[in-house]
């Protein structure tokens, strides 16, 4: 069980919310999200099409400003900070491979000059969608300081 499925827990709701999103669907949503991410992180310095995601990205969003707005337990605010600026790692128009360079993924005892030449190759592989992830991430971070989440 997930640690945003302990924290929010299902509950039963009826169809989709109206808008605004109920508290309960922003908790369900959020919950789902948190699934997704822990079932498949995003490492540092890559980005995922938005497609992935277990909802929009947008109503994501909503339920993150939802549950933030009504107020979260201080114990896992920080959890939830942290996974709101991670929704900055999917962008549309990604495609089915992720974009950006997975240090984790190398073979660091290869041949530097081949390390060098695949950080090179990688580099020049979506740098629109890598620099609007960046942009993403860097508001991201000021809404949450801003906003006294």
Not at 34 to 60: F, M, N, Q, Y
Not at 75 to 91: G, N, P
Request: include cysteine.
């Amino acid at each position: 069980m997930s640690i945003f499925n302990r924290l929010f827990g299902r509950r039963a709701t009826a169809a989709k919310a109206p808008e605004p999103i109920d508290y309960d669907e922003a908790r369900n949503i959020v919950a789902d999200f948190g699934e997704h991410l822990e079932a498949k992180p995003v490492a540092p310095g890559t980005v995922r099409d938005c497609s992935e995601l277990p909802h929009p990205k947008e109503l994501i969003q909503s339920a993150f400003e939802r549950l933030f707005a009504d107020g979260v337990d201080p114990e896992w605010r920080e959890a939830l900070k942290i996974a709101y600026v991670a929704l900055a790692s999917w962008q549309n128009g990604v495609g089915p491979s992720t974009v950006g360079l997975d240090a984790s993924k190398m073979n660091l005892d290869a041949d530097p000059r081949e390390l060098a030449r695949a950080i090179l190759a990688r580099q020049s592989v979506g740098k629109e969608v890598l620099a609007a992830s960046e942009t993403e991430w860097r508001k991201r971070t000021e809404d949450v300081e801003r906003l006294q989440w």
